[in-house]
């Protein structure tokens, strides 16, 4: 066809009349909803616990100087095992954590996220069971059903606290293949303490996943200071993308035994980590001293949020981390809309009655108190 007369596309020959419902999709998954915090533009956001602070000059700098570096090879595949920036990740945690890993207990991924997806893919899977203390980090009963891992709820306390004994009973009864534990937990902020970890450690037949995305904000030690009496089991996951404020560059890790890293190889997709994510990744914790600069700031002004949420009569619930859920509110959804009306974007979690604002800088946190007045409770 002469390429100057292409007529203008029919709509009818779009595939947009096909709907989910035509398609072959895998039974299991009829029904479901994706994941889906929402990205408004809107003047302050508060909705999924990144920095509010952006990285500094020199970082951004030595970011762009190494993916300048490393462009000239964008015609090779990466290191398939991204062994440096595992060793860079293993000496940060040895020094923050005072527990000395090496690279060989380390593995990393396009966030965390997908951590957790290989470690489903690798231990649990068809016929197997994954367990979590509800509520929690929403993402983990959805990468379990996305690796066809059946997923038990167990509750929480209804202050949202964890008893870590009863807790302990309820893995043994249950016997799940991999339990996962939030410390601090998303969206109620609470840690749980080592020596209940470790009573959880030794009820769990199977892995014991300790999701520490928001560990840098608390000043509970980390769960690491129990892998040498628990080789066999436990997992820590962190994240770049909280208090490092890399939440764009997409960079999770965790630490464990070597053979946990050699399980994961096993099914992960080859070269996973593009080269430019290596190269920004290792830039980005060469200024980890800048970075966590502002965790301390994150942590004063929760405290302020905190403090005034309870002046204006809501009931905050303790947190460990760089967000507070709080309450309580008749209609939360209708609330969380009115803040959106005034230009302030926080997360309804769909917890009964609450709400999570992720902490930002001194004046988003104004914004968000000043909103908070002329809210419908
Ligand atoms: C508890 C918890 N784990 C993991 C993640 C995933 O983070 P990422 O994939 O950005 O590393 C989040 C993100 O909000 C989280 O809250």
């Known amino acids: 066809m002469n390429p ?9 020959e779009r595939s947009d009349a096909v709907t989910l419902a035509d398609l072959p999709l895998r039974e299991d998954l009829r029904g479901r909803t994706p994941y889906g915090a929402p990205q408004l533009e809107v003047a302050v956001r508060l909705n999924t616990n990144e920095n509010p602070y952006p990285p500094p000059d020199a970082l951004v700098a030595d970011v762009a100087d190494a993916v300048r570096e490393v462009a000239v090879e964008l015609h090779r595949y990466p290191d398939r095992d991204a062994v440096a920036l595992r060793q860079d990740l293993a000496d940060y945690l040895s020094v923050s954590t005072r527990v000395l890993v090496g690279e060989r207990n380390v593995w990393a991924a ?12 690798a231990f649990g ?31 929480r306390a209804a202050d949202f606290s964890l008893d870590a004994h009863l807790a302990a009973g309820i893995v043994a009864e249950r016997a799940p293949d991999i339990v996962f534990v939030t410390s601090p937990n998303n969206p109620t902020g609470g840690t749980i ?33 129990l892998l040498e009496e628990f080789p066999a089991k436990l997992i ?11 939440a764009g560059g997409r960079l999770g890790y965790l630490a464990a035994a070597p053979a946990v890293v050699d399980a994961l190889a096993l099914v992960r997709l080859p070269y996973h980590l593009s080269v430019l994510t290596q190269a920004a990744a290792r830039a980005a914790l060469r200024h980890a001293d800048a970075t966590l600069a502002s965790v301390a700031k994150l942590a004063a002004e929760r405290d302020r ?41 926080i997360r309804d979690v769909g917890i009964e009655g609450h709400l999570r604002v992720s902490i930002g800088t001194p004046e ?14």
């Open 110 to 121: 396009n966030g965390s996220n997908e951590i957790l997806q290989q470690i489903l893919q």
């Open 305 to 345: 949020v905190a403090e005034s949420l309870l002046g204006l009569g809501f009931t905050p619930v303790p947190s460990d981390a760089n967000f507070i859920l709080f309450g309580r509110f008749a209609d939360a959804h209708r609330s969380w809309q009115s803040y959106v009306d005034q230009g302030v974007l």
């Open 364 to 377: 988003e946190n104004d914004a968000f108190l000043e909103a908070s007045k002329e809210i419908p409770r």
């Open 4 to 12: 100057g007369s292409t007529p203008a596309p029919d709509p009818g």
């Open 236 to 246: 820590v996951s962190r994240t770049m993308s909280k208090a490092f404020a890399f």
């Open 125 to 155: 899977g068809p016929g197997r069971t994954a367990l979590g203390f509800e509520p929690s980090y929403s993402m983990h009963p959805i990468i379990a059903a996305g690796t066809r891992t059946d997923w038990l709820p167990a509750p």
């Open 193 to 225: 303490a080592l020596d209940g970890l470790a009573a959880l450690l030794h009820a769990a037949p199977g892995i014991v996943v300790v999701d520490e995305a928001y560990a840098e904000f608390s000043d509970e030690p980390s769960a690491l200071a």
